[in-house]
């Protein structure tokens, strides 16, 4: 009996002691759980560093904006009229000609050699003319002899201005003062009617086509200045006006044919050159305006982050980022116009949007930010 006292003490003691250690190791855990939790809460994200720019108000001249391309006020594609083998060719590739300058020969041995029988015709049709005429007064012959012997020297006059004709034909003028293309025949080539020769082209005005929507024709009129750029000449831009206005739309797209001239002193308007145009509207618009790098974009929509101050737990001044949803309209340079979803006055990040949230802490840090400009002049390097 006393033995079996024993066992159950033996017993209950060790229960009492791995209860004992089973306590005070999860005492020891709940402390260090409790500890962590304290730190996480008390652990506060380093701000971010971003650039920012306050929202302002501009007055910008409406303009309509549109894509098109540079054409010739004369151009054309030189070709001869009658076949033959070119015998000279009196220009160079590229070359600026005048007026009436003389650029390809054909060979006219045959037609000069048919001229001078033909002359000869002529020749003899006066004479014959000439001794009819003189019967004719002394009414020594009827005067059907003296009509045929007119009709006989017509026809040889006018067989002879034809060859003379075949001939200038055969000789290749400029029909305008312009800039020639690369050449495209070679001497002793034989030459069909039609076969290309060189491209002339008249650069000095040129013309620029493009087209606006049927909504816009109402605020057109011919005068209106029209401003354009390319990818040629990056930071260069071209004045002109509008000139022509197609009196017809297009039935498929609905829009309107426009055409503007540009005075091209330069010459550095090539006809087949791509082209951004605007066409000038003579009133201003005030608008918001704020940079392109401010503009997250995504397929819900655009936003921006709107900086607002937010103290820390200390009173100590500090800056937290909002998303805002944003509707812009036009661009201009690296800035663009917005339509709703900011005021003026409002201090938004420029740069280092990606790396935000909503309710993030930033710093500002404008330093080191890129300077937006309306006219960007990038550079090579």
Avoid: C
């Avoid at 006292?5 to 999860?26: C, D, N, Q, T, Y």
């Avoid at 201005?161 to 070679?186: E, M, N, S």
């Amino acid at each position: 009996m006393q033995r079996e006292h024993r066992r159950v003490l033996a017993i209950v003691l060790s229960l009492l002691a791995v209860l004992f250690v089973g306590g005070g190791l999860a005492g020891v855990k709940t402390l260090q759980i409790r500890k962590l939790i304290a730190a996480g809460q008390a652990f506060a994200t380093p701000p971010e560093s971003v650039s920012s720019v306050v929202v302002r108000e501009e007055n910008w001249q409406i303009d309509l904006p549109a894509i098109g391309s540079i054409s010739a006020v004369q151009g054309v594609t030189l070709a001869p009229d009658l076949p033959g083998t070119v015998r000279e060719i009196a220009f160079e590739s590229g070359a600026t000609v005048a007026q009436g300058d003389v650029l390809l020969r054909l060979d006219t041995s045959s037609e000069e050699a048919q001229l001078r029988a033909v002359e000869a015709q002529v020749e003899l049709a006066s004479i014959n003319l000439t001794r009819v005429r003189r019967l004719s007064q002394d009414r020594m012959i009827p005067d059907s002899e003296l009509d045929a012997a007119e009709a006989a020297r017509k026809q040889s006059q006018a067989n002879a201005d034809a060859i003379r004709a075949a001939i200038a034909k055969k000789t290749i003028r400029a029909p305008f003062a312009g800039r020639l293309g690369i050449r495209l025949v070679h001497l002793g080539q034989y030459l069909d009617a039609g076969k290309p020769i060189v491209s002339l082209q008249a650069l000095e005005p040129v013309y620029v086509d493009f087209s606006l929507p049927q909504q816009e024709l109402a605020r057109l009129q011919v005068g209106m200045p029209v401003r354009v750029t390319t990818d040629a000449y990056p930071g260069r831009t071209f004045e002109g006006r509008l000139s022509a206005i197609n009196p017809e739309l297009d039935a498929s797209t609905r829009s309107v044919g426009l055409q503007a001239t540009f005075a091209n002193p330069d010459q550095v308007l090539r006809p087949g050159m791509y082209v951004r145009a605007q066409v000038l509207l003579p009133e201003a618009q005030t608008v918001l305006v704020i940079p392109a790098t401010s503009v997250l974009s995504a397929p819900y929509g655009d936003s921006v982050y709107v900086i607002e101050p937010k103290p820390g737990k200390d009173g100590s001044p500090g800056w937290v980022v909002r998303q805002q949803f944003v509707r812009t309209t036009r661009a201009r340079g690296d800035f663009l116009a917005v339509a709703s979803g900011l005021k003026s006055g409002e201090r938004i990040v420029s740069s280092g949007i990606f790396k935000l949230r909503n309710g993030m802490s930033v710093v500002e840090n404008n330093e080191l930010a890129p300077k937006a400009a309306e006219a960007p002049q990038p550079s090579d390097g």
